[in-house]
């Protein structure tokens, strides 16, 4: 079988991969990513020469070289994870979001359609689902409310997925998974931004009363949970992945603060992100319930071992602090 990754070189989808390859020895994949800012070739290093496992370096949102791609190498499915995927960014400029997100899902889905995929997964997230009072959980009958440009570029690309389900029957899920964490994370997210300042003896910058909800998984939990989607799920269903693991950015923040035995000084209130959504909190019972899944790994244990994993790759990721990554890769492969 083979299968082609979208942000593939990113943070969950070079876990997917790195998964995949260990777990599946059955699979070969394709993986597709443009290599932007949040993509890092040396998340997936170590597995560069091996057999079952090649990177392409295009955008999604470029229809020849998608299908070039396609006829070169069918697939039997395509899990797709590329996009632009932190909120901040989209706040301050939306068009590459619409760009990646929305049309660059839409090239995916026409292509699988001329080359006949067998399955697609569009890996989405619960912020489309907007924001939450203090009380009760998304499930996958919430009515779709996005808030930031990011989120309501994912939500055009869920529906535009699933519209490809009931115009053409192709066989399309859609995924909506909560906050995920853990090593290899892009250090402008909050829990690698917080731990990689704290080793470094910079502050820690808590947007608004801090008392905004996540509801958190581990990374390792969520691409196990995209396979199993990809294994059994039914086409034309949502599934929403999520570990009933919700915590105020205020209280991370602490527990980050002991674990790393830091000052709780470092924690530096700073002026909220525009549109910022209150509470996140997902239902995730219809993938437990129809497809087993469970989540492996406790939140003190998964949060400790990424705070290890940072604290013994500064080599991953001064290099993306300082800027000297991407200096790197412009001279390696072109400009981003
Ligand atoms: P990321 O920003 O770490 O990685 C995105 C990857 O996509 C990068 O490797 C980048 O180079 C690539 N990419 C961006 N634009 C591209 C394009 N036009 N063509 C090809 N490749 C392109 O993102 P992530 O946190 O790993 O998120 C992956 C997916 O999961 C996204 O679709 C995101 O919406 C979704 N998601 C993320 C979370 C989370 O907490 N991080 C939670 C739920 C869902
Ligand atoms: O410096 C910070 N200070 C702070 O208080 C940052 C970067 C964030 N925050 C807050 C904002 C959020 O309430 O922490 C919370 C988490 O922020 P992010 O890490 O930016 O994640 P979030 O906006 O919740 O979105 C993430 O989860 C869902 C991913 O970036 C999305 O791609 C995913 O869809």
């Given at each position: 079988m083979r299968?082609?990754?979208?942000?593939?070189l990113g943070f969950i989808g070079s876990h997917l991969v790195r998964w995949i390859l260990q777990h599946e020895p059955e699979v070969d994949i394709?993986?597709?990513?443009?290599?932007?800012?949040?993509?890092?070739?040396?998340?997936?290093?170590?597995?560069?020469?091996?057999?079952?496992?090649?990177?392409?370096?295009?955008?999604?949102?470029?229809?020849?070289a998608i299908d070039q791609l396609l006829s070169s190498y069918p697939v039997d499915a395509i899990m797709h994870l590329a996009a632009e995927s932190h909120v901040d960014r989209s706040i301050q400029s939306g068009m590459p979001f619409v760009q990646t997100n929305v049309m660059g899902?839409?090239?995916?889905?026409?292509?699988?359609?001329?080359?006949?995929?067998?399955?697609?997964?569009?890996?989405?997230?619960?912020?489309?689902?907007?924001?939450?009072?203090?009380?009760?959980?998304?499930?996958?009958?919430?009515?779709?409310?996005?808030?930031?440009?990011?989120?309501?570029s994912k939500a055009g690309a869920d529906w535009l997925a699933l519209a490809a389900f009931h115009t053409y029957g192709q066989e399309v899920m859609v995924t909506r998974c909560s906050n995920n964490y853990g090593p290899y994370q892009f250090p402008e997210k909050l829990i690698p931004l917080f731990v990689t300042n704290g080793l470094e003896g910079k502050p820690w910058p808590l947007y608004g009363?801090?008392?905004?909800?996540?509801?958190?998984?581990?990374?390792?939990?969520?691409?196990?949970?995209?396979?199993?989607v990809l294994q059994?799920?039914?086409?034309?269903?949502?599934?929403?992945?999520?570990?009933?693991?919700?915590?105020?950015?205020?209280?991370i923040a602490q527990t980050l603060a002991e674990l790393m035995q830091l000052?709780?000084?470092?924690?530096?209130?700073?002026?909220?992100?525009?549109?910022?959504?209150?509470?996140?909190?997902?239902?995730?019972?219809?993938?437990?319930?129809e497809l087993g899944w469970e989540p492996e790994i406790s939140w003190m244990q998964g949060l400790s071992g990424t705070v290890a994993w940072y604290h013994a790759h500064s080599d991953w990721w001064q290099p993306i602090k300082s800027g000297a990554y991407l200096e790197y890769y412009r001279t390696q492969y072109g400009d981003l």
């Open positions: 299968v082609m990754i979208t942000g593939g394709i993986n597709v990513d443009a290599l932007t800012y949040a993509g890092n070739p040396a998340n997936l290093r170590d597995l560069e020469e091996d057999p079952r496992y090649q990177w392409h370096r295009v955008s999604i949102t470029d229809e020849a899902t839409q090239v995916l889905l026409e292509a699988a359609r001329r080359h006949r995929v067998g399955r697609f997964i569009q890996v989405s997230t619960d912020e489309v689902y907007g924001s939450l009072g203090p009380t009760g959980y998304f499930s996958e009958d919430s009515p779709l409310a996005p808030n930031s440009p990011y989120s309501a009363d801090g008392l905004n909800i996540r509801d958190w998984l581990h990374v390792v939990d969520h691409v196990r949970a995209l396979w199993m059994s799920g039914q086409p034309g269903q949502v599934y929403n992945i999520g570990g009933h693991n919700e915590h105020t950015n205020r209280q000052p709780s000084s470092i924690i530096v209130p700073v002026p909220d992100r525009l549109g910022h959504d209150r509470r996140y909190a997902i239902d995730a019972q219809k993938i437990r319930r």
